[in-house]
């Protein structure tokens, strides 16, 4: 069981908007960034959002990240079946000293 | 273009040690403010964090594996390793390289993983 609470799956209709929350503690997400990372089937992680909110040079703004108190959320516009992954929040806890990832989330685009 | 390559047995034996190379090209591991961290993520089943390295050899460990992991690194070679003793079938896995900042699980940069199975 992830430290990081994700649920274990979403979906929504292509065009529509999604949102996928990541909920931690004062510890992990509650003092540290989160970033956010999308996995296509049988491929590697690809990071989407990072420090809470920023984009990578190449992600759409269809990809919005926030961050309030000990959770954050993931937001996903304009939904496409290309949009189809499962995806991970992770941040940093200061207790462990150590990485932590969310259990992730299987978006499903109908 | 920076990029990661993992390296080593995809098979090993129940009880032995588990050992991986990750390879740095396009830029230098000694680059500040990275760490070379590995992650696995077990058929089926999620992320989770192992541990990182700084060039200079400062590491953190999951304290769930940390009696079990060595991270090493070796900046002539452009290098870092990961070794994993005692294994079980519970340690398969696709194991994943990756340079990330400070206090940060992953970052942009990943290998393209390696599945690595533990069986007699």
């Known amino acids: 069981q992830s430290v990081l609470t994700q649920p274990p799956s979403v979906s929504a209709a292509p065009g529509q908007k999604v949102t996928i929350s990541c909920s931690g503690s004062?510890?992990?997400?509650?003092?540290?960034?989160v970033s956010w990372y999308q996995q296509l089937p049988g491929t590697a992680p690809k990071l989407l959002i990072y420090?809470?909110?920023k984009r990578p040079s190449g992600i759409p703004d269809r990809f919005s990240g926030s961050k309030s108190g000990t959770s954050a959320t993931l937001g996903i516009t304009g939904l496409q079946t290309g949009d189809e992954a499962d995806y991970y929040c992770?941040?940093?806890?200061?207790?462990?000293?150590?990485?932590?990832f969310g259990g992730g989330t299987k978006l499903t685009v109908l | 273009q920076l990029q990661l390559q993992e390296s080593g047995p995809g098979l090993v034996k129940p009880s032995e040690t588990l050992s991986l190379t990750c390879t740095v090209s396009?830029?230098?591991?000694?680059?500040?403010?990275?760490?070379w961290g590995w992650i696995r993520q077990p058929p089926g089943k999620g992320l989770e964090w192992i541990g990182s390295?700084?060039?200079?050899?400062?590491?953190y460990y999951n304290p769930s594996l940390k009696s079990r992991v060595t991270i090493s690194v070796d900046t002539s070679k452009n290098q870092f390793s990961l070794k994993l003793s005692s294994v079980t079938a519970a340690d398969t896995a696709v194991y994943y390289c990756?340079?990330?900042?400070?206090?940060?699980?992953?970052?942009?940069?990943w290998g393209q993983g390696t599945l690595v199975t533990v069986s007699s």
């Open positions: 990756a340079r990330h900042p400070e206090r940060a699980a992953a970052g942009t940069v």
């Open positions: 396009g830029g230098s591991i000694s680059s500040s403010s990275y760490y």
């Open positions: 390295i700084y060039y200079s050899g400062s590491t």
């Open positions: 004062s510890s992990n997400i509650g003092n540290n960034y």
């Open positions: 420090d809470n909110n």
């Open positions: 992770g941040t940093w806890d200061s207790s462990l000293s150590a990485g932590l």
